[in-house]
């Protein structure tokens, strides 16, 4: 089977935006499921001839503004079950958030190999953002823009050697 990189994040950073960069229009699967929406979005794609599944785990969304953490957990712990490598997304524009430092130490425990990836890096005067995001304990943050379509290709590089 191929290998699966998981993308976690809060809501807003950006994990839909990468995830539809990085798959183009190989979408596999989309689930719905009444009640909880658990929509797992999969698709495929490959870096240096390496094939993998990627997952948005962000389609785990509970309705109401306080369930944000719990969704956010649930998200987590999927990636966690299921994925060989975790991509944490983060935003650049808003800093670390509470949220954030409760899906670093989710991830931190379950011993996965994870690469730190700080959205919203949209520009070269804005690299200095990212160092901030060293606290988070990942190593290297990877700074990307979804939205300008810059190191994506850094970001698939650091994750298919985690592979
Ligand atoms: P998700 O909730 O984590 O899946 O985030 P989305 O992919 O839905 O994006 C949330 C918002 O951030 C949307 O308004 C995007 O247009 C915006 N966004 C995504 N990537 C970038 C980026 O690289 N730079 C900026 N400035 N905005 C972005
Ligand atoms: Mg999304």
């Given at each position: 089977a191929r290998p699966v990189i998981a993308i976690v994040g809060?809501?807003?950073?950006?994990k839909s935006t990468i995830f539809n960069r990085i798959i183009g229009d190989r979408l596999a699967i989309v689930e719905d499921k009444p009640?909880?929406?658990?929509?797992r979005l999969y698709g495929t794609a490959e870096w240096n001839g390496k094939p993998f599944s990627i997952i948005?785990?962000?389609?785990?969304e509970i309705d109401g503004d306080d369930e944000i953490m719990r969704s956010v957990k649930m998200q987590a712990e999927l990636a966690i079950a299921e994925a060989d490598v975790i991509v944490f997304m983060v935003d650049a524009k808003v800093g670390i958030t509470h949220a954030d430092e409760e899906v670093a130490q989710m991830l931190y425990r379950s011993k996965k190999p994870v690469v730190l990836a700080v959205n919203k890096v949209d520009n070269e005067n804005r690299q200095e953002e990212v160092y901030e995001f060293y606290s988070l304990g990942f190593g290297d943050p990877i700074a990307i823009s979804g939205a300008h379509g810059l190191g994506i290709g850094d970001l698939l590089e650091a994750a298919s050697m985690l592979l």
């Open positions: 809060r809501p807003n950073v950006g009640g909880v929406t658990r929509d948005d785990t962000g389609g785990i």
